[in-house]
């Protein structure tokens, strides 16, 4: 993509924050707050917005009470209210409160896969058969989410093949779109296009998402790659939010405000007004007493306080 280039094509975010991000905060956040933030997060512009999950409150205690933060947003026919469930009970409480997208989530490594949701990458794939058919019978759209796509805190490098294998699966059991999550952030651009070679005789480029965490700082370039490859879909989270406080080190998804400095730069529409979320993203930062991992974020915030400071 030459930096003169104009490309008019479109680009989907979806927005995470509120799901993959809280669900590792230290503080707890109202079902409330929860809801106002997609509120916000909906006005500025972003139309596909998970707006939580249906796990274990013994495993996830962050999230419990999205059924609550569900009822407290507007719903709108342009916006998709997304949710993640890891199995049929989850499945209900998302059907209960109508959400508009199921999100399933399994792995490309069996140790992950068990620290996460207990049970073989198999068995995750039997266990969603039942949700994909469900979703599919109340005419919802199905993600599906594979992990540690380039590698896994516990088995080190994962092969191409091995997250081939898993996304056939999920496409046989008739997952809509998959989201290659490289969970721990570990992912350069060599390592991305080995991936989509492996991924992309599989299934339309438009039914794949990519979704990166910014731990080494490579996301943006990940997502550069990716963009160069036809890929169209990325997740990102309003203000970076995610990791755990008292890991060092850690981080959560690819800031939103990140994402969309460099789409705008490279001409892609996204239809997000990026000083909107960079709002939000200042408002959550200050409501969870953290400092705003967003680059973007920051500059457009010291940008505001300069224009606003008389001297
Ligand atoms: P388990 O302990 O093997 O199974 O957990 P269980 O069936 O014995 O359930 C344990 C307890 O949870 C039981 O309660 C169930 O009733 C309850 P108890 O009898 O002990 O009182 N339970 C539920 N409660 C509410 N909603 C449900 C539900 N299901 C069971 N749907 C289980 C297995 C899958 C439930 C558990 O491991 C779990 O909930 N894991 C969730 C883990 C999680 O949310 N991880 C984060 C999301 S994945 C991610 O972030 C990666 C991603 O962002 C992409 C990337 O970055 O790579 C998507
Ligand atoms: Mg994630």
């Not at 009970?89 to 996460?116: H, M, P, Y």
């Amino acid at each position: 993509m030459n930096a003169d280039s104009t490309h008019r094509d479109k680009v989907t975010l979806v927005e995470v924050g509120l799901r993959d991000g809280l669900q590792n905060e230290a503080i707890p956040v109202s079902a409330e707050d929860r809801s106002r933030w997609f509120n916000g997060l909906a006005d500025a512009g972003l139309r596909r917005i998970e707006a939580g999950s249906f796990v274990s409150p013994k495993w996830v205690p962050q999230m419990a009470n999205t059924e609550q933060v569900m009822a407290g947003i507007q719903r709108r026919d342009e916006v998709s209210a997304e949710v993640l469930v890891p199995n049929s009970r989850g499945l209900e409480s998302a059907l209960a409160c109508d959400a508009d997208v199921i999100a399933v989530f399994t792995a490309a490594s069996e140790s992950f896969n068990r620290k996460n949701i207990n049970c073989s990458i198999a068995e995750s794939i039997a266990r969603f058969q039942p949700v994909v058919a469900g979703a599919h019978d109340a005419g919802k759209r199905v993600r599906a989410y594979v992990s540690c796509v380039v590698g896994c805190p516990y088995e080190g490098p994962i092969a191409p093949a091995q997250v081939a294998d898993v996304v056939t699966q999920l496409l046989e059991l008739g997952a809509d779109e998959v989201s290659l999550g490289d969970t721990i952030g570990v992912a350069r651009p060599r390592e991305i296009h080995a991936l989509l070679d492996a991924v992309f005789p599989l299934v339309e480029i438009d039914r794949l998402a990519l979704h990166c965490h910014d731990t080494r700082g490579q996301a943006i370039a990940n997502i550069y790659a990716a963009l160069e490859r036809g890929i169209r879909t990325f997740d990102s989270a309003v203000a970076g939010l995610g990791g755990c406080p008292y890991a060092r080190g850690a981080t959560g998804n690819v800031a939103t405000e990140d994402v969309l400095y460099l789409l705008q730069g490279e001409g892609f529409e996204t239809g997000v007004d990026l000083q909107a979320v960079a709002r939000i993203g200042e408002t959550i930062c200050r409501t969870l007493d953290r400092p705003n991992p967003s680059r973007v974020g920051r500059a457009l915030a010291a940008a505001r306080d300069d224009s606003a400071d008389p001297q």
